[in-house]
């Protein structure tokens, strides 16, 4: 890589705070709630960051869209992830709001942008204007309100509509609220959910942080080693290609020559 190039990667790497410095794939939060498989980063990705080949990956932005019903917490949960506080009076959001959070992963910079829509009716055509191109959907319900885990097929439907093949969760919010019997009884159903949406389960609390940065660091985890492994192989059949042309074009070069010659023995 260019010297500055490398230095200006540095600089990104330099202004990332310690606690968002990720060297290890985050696990899922439930064994049986996930359609992920990955326990760790791709060999590909490993040695594709360590011989500094991320291509564009490092330059772009990972989007994030975070939807689900009227007060369930989606903006608790950015406030409690990005600013590490909790507001337990409820404010609506209007339309939409976002977050920026800069994270290093295996030494690479990458920028999360969250986008916490508001759950009121009246604001979704806003709201999903902003789904579009979003990495990682995210679709929450308050673990205490059943009927707002029953309106996530339609959230998950709409916000994946125009999504970018986006990495999907399912996120149940409010954990603390919960006695263990009871959050064991919402869970059997919640992994029910997330099975039929094809989609990784968690289960937060913003008001004690439970799982919450967990829950944003395996996002990042998932969406960079798929995004560079994509990347990684359109490079590898772009190379092909050139190797391909290339192949071609020095087997007709000995096709002229060997006509030259034979045009120069009948001679
Ligand atoms: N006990 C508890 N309360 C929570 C938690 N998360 C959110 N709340 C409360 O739930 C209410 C709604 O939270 P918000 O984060 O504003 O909800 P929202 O989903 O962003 O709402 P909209 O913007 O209208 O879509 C607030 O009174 C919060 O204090 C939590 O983890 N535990």
């Given at each position: 890589m260019p010297r500055n190039k490398m230095s200006s990667v540095r600089t990104v790497i330099s202004s990332v705070a310690s606690d968002r410095v990720i060297t290890k794939?985050?696990?899922a939060f439930h064994p049986d709630g996930t359609p992920y498989s990955k326990v760790n980063f791709h060999p590909k990705v490993k040695t594709a960051c360590s011989e500094n080949r991320t291509g564009r990956v490092?330059?772009?932005?990972?989007?994030?869209?975070?939807?689900?019903?009227?007060?369930?917490?989606?903006?608790?949960?950015?406030?409690r992830f990005c600013h590490d506080v909790f507001d337990r009076d409820y404010k609506a959001t209007i339309g939409v709001d976002f977050e920026v959070e800069k994270f290093s992963v295996l030494s690479?910079?990458?920028?999360?942008?969250?986008?916490?829509?508001?759950?009121?009716?009246?604001?979704?055509?806003?709201?999903?204007?902003y789904y579009r191109g979003a990495q990682i959907v995210i679709v929450a319900f308050d673990l205490t309100n059943e009927e707002s885990l029953h309106h996530t097929d339609q959230w998950m439907e709409e916000a994946c509509a125009s999504a970018d093949q986006p990495?999907?969760?399912?996120?149940?919010?409010?954990?603390?609220?919960?006695?263990?019997?009871?959050?064991s009884d919402v869970e059997v159903r919640a992994l029910k959910q997330a099975k039929k949406l094809q989609a990784e389960?968690?289960?937060?609390?913003?008001?004690?942080?439970?799982?919450?940065?967990d829950f944003f660091f395996r996002a990042i985890c998932l969406s960079f080693?798929?995004?560079?492994?994509?990347?990684?192989?359109?490079?590898?059949?772009?190379?092909?290609?050139?190797?391909?042309?290339?192949?071609?074009?020095?087997s007709s070069d000995l096709y002229e020559k060997r006509k030259s010659n034979q045009l120069k023995c009948c001679s």
């Open positions: 794939f985050t696990p490092g330059l772009k932005i990972t989007k994030a869209v975070l939807v689900g019903d009227v007060a369930v917490g989606k903006t608790c949960l950015v406030n690479i910079p990458i920028t999360l942008q969250i986008w916490d829509t508001a759950g009121q009716e009246r604001f979704k055509c806003i709201a999903a204007s990495v999907k969760f399912l996120l149940g919010t409010k954990k603390d609220l919960l006695s263990p019997s009871s959050y389960f968690w289960a937060t609390s913003s008001k004690s942080g439970e799982n919450v940065t080693d798929d995004t560079l492994l994509k990347e990684l192989e359109v490079d590898t059949v772009a190379s092909k290609q050139i190797g391909t042309i290339k192949v071609q074009k020095s």
